[in-house]
């Protein structure tokens, strides 16, 4: 079940990922980060209706509000500034370095151990998606005011940081929910935390008027669309931390980025083509889960 869930939260966060892409096309500066937020608060709040509440625990509801923030504010936020620079399919290939920070976090959080097995499945499936890394070019850039190779390089570091902060996020995340153990409810703490400081610094900064304007008076449908899917995409993820490791976790979701080179193949051609990197890869990362599927 964890490596079915896993893999789901790498399908809807590669669902995304593509939608804030096509989103970005009509929009020069925004990224769709306060938008998709905010679809993940009012979407994972009419789900938690529905849901069993666990018992109070303030240190767990703290630690999900802070992966949130890490996750959301950092991670998101760094991925999607890659998406504008770079493309959706390359800046979704830096994910895979997600389950090394997950991995180093774990062991020094968590105290998570990694399996012989477990280890070649996840060594696989990273050197599988790095293959990408080094033979694929990068997307059109829709950012404004840098020449091509300025672009490439301001999106590359952003895709750098990305996988850091979603792997500590990711530790962060399963260490709340020992205390406070629910997938709905916790991913939603996690957004409206990440939700709350969004909104307090487009505040101190004066944005938030005209972010609100932009965002409810002429809505962006990429952007909610992307917001929904990120939601089902944390509910996937909440829930495969209860069967798995969060460093395998990592490794599950890092398979977005096949996800989103498929999709781009279909939507956005344009961009990506299926070449013999990525069936190498996919026939690395089809190993590599495997492998961890069975170790599980």
Request: aromatic residues 8%.
């Given at each position: ?114 399996g012989l097995v477990d280890a070649i499945g996840g060594v696989l ?14 997307g059109v850039s829709l950012s404004h005011g840098l020449d091509e ?141 495997t492998l961890i599927a069975i170790s599980i």
């Amino acid at each position: 079940m964890g490596v079915i869930l896993g893999l789901s939260a790498a399908l809807w966060f590669g669902v995304a990922s593509m939608l804030l892409r096509v989103g970005m096309r009509s929009e020069p500066r925004d990224d769709g980060l306060w938008m998709s937020i905010a679809v993940n608060v009012t979407f994972l709040g009419a789900v938690g209706l529905f849901v069993s509440k666990p018992d109070w625990s303030t240190a767990g509801v703290a630690a999900l509000g802070a992966a949130g923030i890490v996750g959301a504010i950092g991670g998101r936020h760094s991925n999607l500034r890659a998406i504008r620079h770079v493309g959706a399919a390359r800046a979704s290939i830096f994910l895979t370095g997600t389950p090394l920070a997950a991995a180093i976090a774990g062991w020094v959080v968590l105290d998570e151990t990694l399996g012989l097995v477990d280890a070649i499945g996840g060594v696989l499936v990273v050197v599988g998606l790095y293959v990408l890394i080094t033979a694929r070019s990068s997307g059109v850039s829709l950012s404004h005011g840098l020449d091509e190779q300025q672009s490439r390089l301001v999106g590359t570091l952003y895709a750098l940081v990305a996988p850091t902060l979603f792997g500590i996020a990711f530790v962060i995340r399963k260490w709340g929910l020992r205390s406070f153990d629910s997938a709905v409810l916790g991913a939603l703490i996690g957004a409206i935390a990440a939700l709350t400081l969004l909104t307090l610094l487009d505040a101190g900064g004066r944005r938030l008027k005209k972010r609100l304007r932009d965002n409810l008076t002429e809505v962006n449908w990429w952007f909610v669309g992307a917001g929904v899917a990120n939601s089902l995409a944390l509910l996937s993820q909440f829930s495969a931390f209860s069967f798995a490791a969060a460093w395998v976790v990592g490794v599950l979701q890092s398979t977005q980025a096949l996800w989103v080179l498929l999709l781009s193949y279909f939507f956005l051609r344009s961009e990506e083509r299926i070449d013999r990197a990525v069936i190498i890869s996919v026939g690395l990362v089809a190993i590599g889960v495997t492998l961890i599927a069975i170790s599980i």
